[in-house]
């Protein structure tokens, strides 16, 4: 059980460094008062293509990485009651 323990919370700390990391890499999406003035088209083909970008990946890896987070810290809660 022991080395359950110890393997889940290293997976954990990895998750987690990885997380903040991703985090602090990318950008900030909020246009501002200019995109408020000027609007935006949903329609454009960046808007249609944001996913293949790389802003667009980070994203996924980070609700990604925020899940398995969550998931491991039920986990590790469950393993550490025992």
Do not use: P
Request: hydrophobic share 50%; aromatic share 8%; with cysteine.
């Amino acid at each position: 059980m022991n080395i359950l323990k110890g393997i889940l919370t290293v997976i954990y700390v990895i998750n987690c460094l990885v997380l903040i990391i991703i985090c602090l890499i990318q950008s900030k999406e909020d246009e501002g008062a200019s995109g408020a003035i000027v609007g935006g088209s949903s329609t454009s083909f960046y808007e249609k293509n944001k996913g293949r970008t790389k802003e667009g990946k980070l994203k996924r890896w980070t609700i990604i990485l925020g899940i398995v987070f969550a998931i491991l810290t039920i986990i590790l809660g469950i393993v550490y009651m025992l």
